[in-house]
């Protein structure tokens, strides 16, 4: 069970960060091409929520 959990993680993770890094690249365009504030903070937000989820299902990884 723990092996097959550990690897729906490892999957998750994968996921989770090419998002992260997706966004990334989006608020550095949206910063290049002066997009409002608000936009470019709520994909702040959103990346940094990603962040969490990554971080803590790393946590979870190293517990299995």
Known sequence: MGKINAEKIKTRLI?????HR?????IITAFKMHT???V???LKLKKLHLKEEIVQLERDLEEI
């Open 22 to 26: 997706d966004l990334d690249d989006g």
């Open 40 to 42: 470019v903070s709520k």
């Open 15 to 19: 996921h989770l960060k090419k998002q």
């Open 36 to 38: 409002e504030d608000q």
